[in-house]
């Protein structure tokens, strides 16, 4: 596709499930951001893939965040025993490579809300 | 990490030049300067980048000082459409984007 898709755009769920939001990058981008919205907040930094190297997982809030990115493409985040506080959009974002004058694309992102 | 302070909030109107203000006291040598756009409903929108000096493009306009200490975003004539978030980012080649707050930019007619 033209653009950063994720999906769902919105998910209900019920506190205590566990829930995967997908973000399926740029072709060709090898880095991937996840973020994470609150209502009239910043973005809060949640993980940075970058090609084969391990991770930047040091914005996840707990050990019920986790993250993964298959084949250096698709990344799905998982929230295990969500909490009515993870409710926020998630927003994912790509870039080409890491230069000085990378632009990243940002996805619609998904709307949780945990009732 | 280099920290970013702007203005939470600001407001103009129609056809007004709007500067904001980003201070990185501690800016790393190897750091470029990022401005970003983020309107409702919507994930945010590379603006501009720099690393000195001024740098122009058809949507802004960056004023980075000699000791890099700060930036200014500049937008020519602003109109409704720009009301927006806007963030300043500073960081290295390779590392995650790290997101402030935002300065809440309010245009009026």
């Known amino acids: 596709g033209a653009g950063v898709s994720q999906s769902p755009s919105n998910k209900v769920t019920e506190k205590g499930k566990d829930v995967e939001l997908r973000c399926d990058p740029i072709s060709g981008h090898t880095a991937l951001y996840w973020y994470r919205q609150s209502l009239g907040q910043g973005l809060e930094f949640l993980i940075y893939?970058?090609?084969?190297?391990?991770?930047?997982k040091s914005g996840l809030p707990s050990d019920r965040f986790s993250a993964e990115r298959t084949g250096g493409s698709v990344s799905t985040l998982t929230i295990q025993r969500t909490q009515q506080e993870d409710s926020a959009v998630y927003l994912c974002?790509?870039?080409?490579?890491?230069?000085?004058?990378?632009?990243?694309?940002f996805g619609q992102g998904t709307r949780l809300t945990v009732v | 990490l280099a920290k970013t302070t702007q203005p939470i909030s600001m407001d103009s109107y129609e056809g007004q030049e709007v500067n904001i203000t980003c201070s990185h006291n501690n800016i790393a040598t190897n750091d470029y300067i990022t401005w970003y756009q983020q309107f409702p409903s919507q994930g945010p929108r590379f603006i501009i980048q720099?690393?000195?000096t001024k740098v122009t493009n058809e949507v802004a306009s960056l004023f980075i000082p000699a000791d890099r200490k700060s930036s200014t975003l500049s937008l020519p004539r602003v109109s409704l459409s720009d009301t927006a978030v806007y963030y300043c980012?500073?960081?290295?080649?390779?590392?995650?984007?790290?997101f402030g707050k935002g300065t809440t930019l309010s245009v009026s007619s």
């Open positions: 974002a790509s870039s080409l490579e890491p230069t000085m004058n990378t632009e990243a694309f």
């Open positions: 893939f970058q090609g084969n190297s391990a991770p930047d």
């Open positions: 720099g690393y000195k």
């Open positions: 980012l500073v960081g290295q080649a390779g590392t995650a984007l790290i």
